[in-house]
């Protein structure tokens, strides 16, 4: 019965969409009349109204549907829906700037020369209209009363031309910063927690134990990273696009002819292509620059875009004059002179504040806000001046975020009933079924998307599929991808739906402007071309992850807050980056540590000069391990080929039984459940039920290899060898550097060392003649500088031995003096070895150090390199199979 109230809820929701109910009120619409139906009947057939649902009942699952709604608003996590209304009064604000007019009038005249220009031209003016307004509909109108008409009167193409405009326009769903993105990450984030759980389970059915190392764990993804993920394949779809164009000019010339410009390219010429040009490239700079550097979050940045839009708007949609541009240029100032006070000054203000300090950039900053804030009330009252501009703006900005986070809301609900019916366990057998694994699983996926997109707006794809697939699809660990990788490529996938009638909304706003000689067949023959270029982008995205992956590992490792060195997940890649090293450096590597190894420490104490051999002996067997690792992995590799085929097998068996024992274990329930006149006769039919599907179980079980035990430890031996090499090769890494950091933090302190050596010689006296109290104090306060001083623990013990002698009604001068004899004669034999340690010893430790921080020493750095960094950028982007753990 789940199964018939699960196409209850899909009719349901189809038949109101069809019907033009709303898209808000159809998804929780159809959620809740369909929980309520499944309720109804359990109670009248079984009299439970828990009967028919695929775990749980009624009352779990609508207030799973209310969490998720709470979710949305008030998870303190989850605060990336904030930059909607944000990024929505950008684009509608820069959208009524009339920047896509001057944008395309300039780079018409700049591009016409060349063959196809026009059409380059557009896709051009596309792609910056994508990065700052973002609008679909805006877009794709200003582009087709603009450009349609000159292209048409300049003999291009009806379908190059149509098809050129309505694929520039929708750019705006894969360019950041971009609503779709967004929607993404939020979903995504969410789905990457369900596949967390999800894998543990699998790791936990697969091997038995009870946690999962965190290095298998499924990584989530925010909107930043979305966008710097989507940034890449943004701009390869733009290429892709400008290429055809250019290949189709020039294959057929009078299709898209060269339109020479008429005017003077003179000094006039270019200041209109700079004027045009700048500032919406600064703002593109601004938003995305901000957070591509890591200054800004989604939000932040969204908060700059739209005071950029605002101040742009406030000179653009006013009457020229010579105060036009007073207000840009006051925030132009104010925003050097924040750059100028937050390179040159202390600008934290509770350190200034409470420890003092130089108070001259708070001041300069101050200024520069305040001018900032001037200048924006001047744009906002230019543009509330301007036929209402402001408030129109501010009531479509309301209106668009309202149904976004409407829809949001109903998808949520929606979800929660598809699960309450099993929905999503049948698409996950339904994926897991299918012969070769995940790559068969994700082009299923995506086919579904594309023809989806002939129906659905990009919005109900995101919030309605992607909560269902993503967690399937992020679980694997085969391919292991990531969730930016994943959300980047279904973002290009619904891409296409603005453009696959019936439905593509960029070919209705384009009929709605296109002149009437202009058929419909044209523009739907036109896109077609582009929708193939969206294929390609999709497909090269796919085989190349690392055009995602990239730019947000590059900015994150390089970044302030990037992970340590010695974090788990980094540990693959920086292996393999310290033996990419040493096949490099590796006779440098050796020299310096045979060079170390040759140190006289003679005059160090024992404990010292054992700490200090040990970590050269460890250098040389860090070298050594790195070896073994190698060995031991090329052994995994040999084996993986035919285990793999055998884990296959039966890693698929053992699904089959698990879920033969979910079905035998829900059939159990259901009959506890029976009541009335038939319910004997319906516990007999399950029990039947049952046992067949025992007998089932026991013939599954019974393909099961023979061999399979002895297969399966074997390839466990060989991975064990492997982690065994790897965590040898870790632990004499860091005992290769540690002790020679520790000691040379010694040295360093030897100033603070001699320094106190008056203090010490002061408290024979003290102990001698003053009172108990005050021996105390002082020796208290000698013994708790010298525990400051690295490396003199010895001293400040044998002076707390001291104190505790004076302390109390006993009080032993005597002791004391003993206890502080001792610390004198350990004073003395350290000030002799720290002396000719610094002398000898401090140059070849530290060189030592510098020759093995890049390699064996790189974990105990306090972070990455930059070429480190890069390398693990480039390591980690590509999709790192941990199948053969599972």
């Not at 932040?300 to 840009?328: D, H, S």
């Not at 750059?339 to 900053?365: C, E, R």
């Not at 390609?536 to 992850?545: G, N, T």
Request: charged share 15%.
């Amino acid at each position: 019965m789940e199964l018939f109230f699960l196409a209850v809820l899909i009719v349901i929701m189809a038949t109101a969409l069809a019907s033009g109910f709303p898209v808000a009120f159809a998804l929780p619409g159809s959620a809740i009349i369909t929980i309520v139906l499944a309720a109804g009947a359990g109670y009248l057939a079984v009299g439970n109204l828990d009967a028919y649902f695929h775990s749980g009942g009624p009352s779990q699952w609508l207030s799973a549907g209310v969490t998720n709604l709470r979710g949305v608003y008030w998870e303190v996590e989850r605060d990336t829906l904030i930059a909607i209304p944000l990024f929505i009064f950008m684009g509608i604000m820069l959208q009524r700037s009339k920047i896509a007019e001057d944008l395309l009038v300039t780079m018409a005249r700049l591009f016409g020369p060349v063959p196809g220009g026009l059409g380059i031209s557009v896709v051009f003016v596309g792609a910056l209209l994508a990065a700052t307004t973002g609008i679909v509909g805006a877009t794709v109108v200003a582009m087709g009363l603009i450009s349609l008409p000159a292209m048409l009167r300049n003999n291009y193409s009806q379908s190059l031309a149509t098809g050129t405009i309505a694929a520039s326009g929708t750019l705006g769903q894969i360019i950041p910063p971009s609503i779709v993105l967004i929607i993404l990450a939020d979903q995504l984030a969410s789905a990457s927690d369900q596949a967390s759980t999800a894998r543990k389970a699998l790791y936990k059915d697969a091997t038995g134990e009870l946690s999962m190392p965190s290095v298998f764990d499924v990584a989530s993804t925010s909107a930043g990273e979305m966008f710097l993920g989507a940034f890449v394949p943004g701009i390869l779809l733009v290429l892709l696009y400008m290429a055809f164009i250019l290949i189709f000019a020039i294959l057929r010339p009078k299709a898209a002819p060269a339109v020479p410009y008429t005017g003077a390219r003179d000094l006039a010429f270019w200041g209109n292509v700079l004027l045009t040009l700048v500032p919406p490239l600064a703002l593109i700079f601004l938003v995305l620059g901000s957070i591509i550097m890591g200054v800004a979050t989604v939000n932040q940045a969204g908060a700059i875009g739209a005071a950029g839009a605002l101040i742009m708007a406030g000179y653009r949609i006013t009457e020229q004059n010579k105060t036009t541009f007073y207000p840009a240029f006051l925030a132009i100032v104010a925003l050097g002179l924040i750059a100028f006070a937050l390179g040159s000054y202390d600008m934290n203000v509770k350190a200034i504040l409470v420890n003092g300090g130089d108070t001259t950039g708070l001041i300069i900053g101050g200024f520069a806000v305040l001018l900032l804030v001037i200048s924006l009330i001047w744009s906002g009252l230019r543009v509330l001046r301007v036929e209402n501009t402001l408030h129109e703006v501010m009531t479509d900005t309301a209106k668009t975020t309202s149904l976004v986070f409407i829809i949001l809301l109903g998808a949520a609900m929606l979800t929660a009933a598809f699960r309450a019916f099993g929905g999503e366990e049948l698409v996950r057998d339904f994926l897991n079924s299918l012969p070769g694994g995940f790559w068969s699983q994700f082009i299923i996926v995506m086919a579904v998307i594309f023809v989806l997109g002939f129906f659905l707006d990009f919005i109900e794809i995101a919030v309605v599929v992607v909560p269902i697939v993503a967690p399937i699809l992020l679980a694997d660990p085969q391919a292991n991808i990531t969730a930016v990788w994943l959300g980047v490529m279904i973002g290009l996938n619904i891409q296409t739906s603005f453009l696959t009638p019936p439905f593509g909304f960029a070919l209705f706003y384009l009929r709605g402007v296109a002149p009437a000689i202009v058929k419909t067949v044209q523009i739907y023959k036109g896109v077609i071309a582009f929708i193939g270029l969206q294929l390609v982008a999709l497909a090269i995205v796919a085989y190349y992850p690392q055009l995602v992956n990239y730019l947000p590992n590059r900015m994150s490792f390089l970044s302030e807050t990037a992970p340590p060195p010695r974090n788990p997940k980094l540990q693959h890649c920086l292996e393999e980056y310290v033996q990419k090293q040493l096949a490099q450096e590796g006779a440098t590597i050796s020299a310096t540590i045979a060079a170390a190894q040759a140190l006289d420490l003679s005059r160090l104490p024992d404990r010292q000069a054992t700490a200090l051999s040990g970590a050269f002996d460890n250098a040389e067997a860090a070298v050594a391990g790195l070896s073994d690792i190698a060995t031991t992995s090329e052994a995994v590799q040999a084996a993986s080929g035919t285990y793999r085929i055998a884990q296959v097998e039966v890693r698929n068996l053992q699904k089959k039984m698990r879920d033969l024992d979910e079905e035998i274990e829900r059939l159990n329930k259901t009959g506890q459940y029976l009541r009335g006149e038939d319910a004997e006769k319906q516990r007999a039919d399950i029990q039947q039920r049952i046992d067949v599907l025992t007998r089932e179980k026991a013939a599954i079980e019974a393909q099961m290899p023979a061999d399979w035990t002895e297969t399966h430890d074997r390839f466990a031996s060989l991975l064990s060898a492997e982690a065994k090499a790897r965590m040898t090769y870790r632990r004499a890494a860091d005992g290769s550097v540690e002790p020679v950091v520790e000691f040379l933090g010694v040295l360093n302190d030897n100033d603070a060392f001699a320094a106190l050596e008056q203090d010490l010689n002061g408290l024979g006296d003290i102990i001698a003649n003053a009172d108990p109290e005050q021996v105390e104090d002082a020796l208290s306060t000698v013994g708790k500088a010298f525990a400051q001083v690295s490396g003199a623990n010895a001293v400040s013990s044998a002076l707390s031995k001291a104190r505790r002698s004076m302390r109390g009604k006993s009080v032993d001068r005597d002791k004391a003096m003993e206890s502080y004899q001792d610390a004198l004669e350990t004073y003395t034999a350290q000030k002799g070895w720290r002396t000719a340690a610094a002398e000898q010893l401090r140059s070849g430790l530290q060189t030592y150090l510098d020759g093995a921080s890049d390699t064996i020493g790189a974990r105990q750095q306090p972070r990455l390199s930059r070429a480190q960094a890069l390398f693990l950028a480039s390591c980690s982007a590509t999709h790192r199979d941990l199948s053969l753990h599972f």
